[in-house]
């Protein structure tokens, strides 16, 4: 096996290689992350580790806008293992073709949910809860999801709700996992 090849498999860090939102390889922390052999995820469509279509097409959209414009992307969001089981997961991605930004890929995916335990949310209040984690203000994360600022507030307030929070500094520190 090449250096390049062992660096892939026995990286410290969840790594698929895509292909139309496709995995077409995996390596072993992949596997363990989402529950099965890296093989068992050859021509895996990653719709099947969102936690709905809905979450997969939204966040689809969002990220091929940003990896046109950059190329790269990355977000925290809530995941799903192939036994159900939903967790937090960092996903850092790098388009090989910008022009089509989802042709071919190279993905990482970090398992969260030791410093972040997986509260239930609606598909809406985990966007409201991922651009929050991006700085996002209210006033944005309306514009940005065609809500009005009203609605993400009522959001907002359950999720501090949800996770006991009191404000928002406190409750973006539970989303990231620091200590309060």
């Known amino acids: 096996m090449e250096s390049s090849d062992l660096a892939f498999t026995h990286a410290p860090i969840g790594l698929a290689l895509t292909e139309d939102r496709i995995v077409k390889r995996a390596n072993l922390r992949f596997g363990e ?103 996002l203000t209210s006033k944005e994360i309306g514009l940005a999801l065609d809500l009005s600022y009203r609605t993400v507030e009522a959001h907002r307030a359950r999720l501090l709700e949800k996770f006991g929070a009191r404000k928002l500094p406190e409750l973006v520190a539970k989303f990231s996992g620091m200590p309060l």
């Open 33 to 135: 992350v989402f529950g099965d052999t890296p093989e068992h995820f050859a021509n895996t469509p990653l719709a099947r580790l969102y936690p709905s279509s809905q979450d997969y097409e939204q966040i689809g959209a969002r990220g091929a806008q940003i990896l046109r414009e950059t190329g790269r992307y990355e977000d925290e969001r809530v995941m799903r293992r192939l036994d159900g089981a939903l967790f937090w997961c960092r996903v850092r991605g790098q388009s090989l073709t910008p022009d089509d930004p989802f042709k071919r890929g190279v993905w990482s995916f970090v398992d969260l949910s030791s410093e972040r335990p997986v509260v239930e949310l609606t598909p809406r209040e985990r966007e409201v809860a991922i651009l929050t984690c991006q700085g």
